[in-house]
């Protein structure tokens, strides 16, 4: 049996909190391969010169999670306003469901 839901509002705040999350994880992957380039050119970096390379690979494990998951609790927040600006002007998101 298909049902029609029709999605008329969606949280802002619970939005931003998964969309924060989600891309909290995509910066953290995104580091560790920062970091992993970052190491690489350490070892291959002139004597003295490495350190910047470990510098650089530890701070994009540490900050580049915290940036993307601000980032994405922010665009959360203006995502789910437009989409319950726009779906207040159509009627809703009509949305299938099997049971």
Sequence with gaps: MIHVVVIKKVGAIS?????GILYAFIGLIL???LSLFGFVGAVLAPKGAGIFGILFGVGAIVFLPI???????????VLAG???MVT????????ETEK
Excluded at 67 to 77: D, K, P
Excluded at 88 to 95: A, F, H, I, Q, T
């Design 15 to 19: 939005l931003a909190k998964i969309l």
């Design 31 to 33: 580091g560790a391969f």
């Design 67 to 77: 940036i993307y998951g601000l980032m994405g609790f922010v665009s959360g927040l």
């Design 82 to 84: 437009l989409f319950n």
């Design 88 to 95: 207040s002007m159509v009627g809703g998101l009509e949305v």
